[in-house]
């Protein structure tokens, strides 16, 4: 194992850790997967994020017998919608999978989010869909969040949580983190009335708003959905 794999596997435990820490996921419900080469590499089934090593991140590759793994510890048992995520999403590279409490609170609902604030562009479009219900590790959880994801970074996952992804692991954990703060206030909103969504036009002068704001990095960062949070994240 290289230095580069041991220091990307290390920080899919530190985002893990943070994931919990910042109470984005409790437990070990959550997983995290990132592209490593020709293969994948995602957080072992069961196994607390505090007691976690490198040694332990099961290592999934591309190109062989579908679900083969290597390392001492099972993969997650969501390891299929990350897989087939990363398999035909070449442009992202990292998936922050959770259970946070607003996005979950909608997904029971069935409720997509939509333009309730003009940061819902930085997930593609003018809304975050919720993927219909299926089991936990199933094939058809896996069909039925890619379908969801189409031209999106982000999904709700109905009756389970959040998935976001991101060209790098920090990015797709600033995704993760900002789908729930929308969500939260998007809730907040339904209990104070009606709330007002905004047009897709709208959504698109935000998107070239945040690409001409000054020259500041943040916000070309924010133009590609790409700010970042969590371990070694931008102040």
Not at 133 to 155: F, K, M, N
Not at 178 to 193: F, H, M, N, P, S
């Amino acid at each position: 194992m290289t230095n580069a794999e041991t220091d990307l596997r290390q920080a899919i435990i530190d985002q893990s850790r943070f994931m919990n820490a910042s109470g984005l996921n409790q437990g070990t419900s959550g997983n995290i997967s990132a592209r490593w080469g020709d293969r994948m590499l995602i957080t072992p089934s069961a196994t607390p994020y505090d007691r976690m090593t490198p040694e332990m991140i099961a290592s999934m590759p591309f190109d062989a017998e579908y679900g083969t793994w290597e390392g001492p510890l099972k993969p997650s048992t969501e390891w299929r919608f990350h897989f087939e995520i990363l398999k035909n999403r070449p442009d992202m590279n990292a998936v922050v999978h959770a259970h946070p409490t607003y996005c979950t609170a909608l997904a029971i609902n069935g409720r997509e989010i939509p333009a309730c604030h003009y940061m819902i562009a930085a997930f593609g479009g003018s809304n975050v869909r919720c993927a219909p219900y299926a089991r936990y590790g199933t094939p058809e959880l896996s069909v039925l969040a890619l379908d969801a994801l189409q031209d999106r970074s982000a999904c709700l996952l109905a009756n389970h949580g959040s998935i976001a992804m991101g060209e790098t692991l920090d990015k797709a954990m600033w995704r993760a983190v900002e789908l729930e703060t929308i969500a939260r206030q998007y809730v907040l909103a339904l209990g104070l009335g009606t709330p007002v969504i905004l047009t897709d036009d709208q959504i698109a002068e935000t998107v070239r708003g945040f690409s001409s704001y000054g020259v500041q990095d943040d916000w070309k960062d924010i133009a590609a959905g790409t700010a970042l949070a969590g371990p070694g994240a931008k102040a």
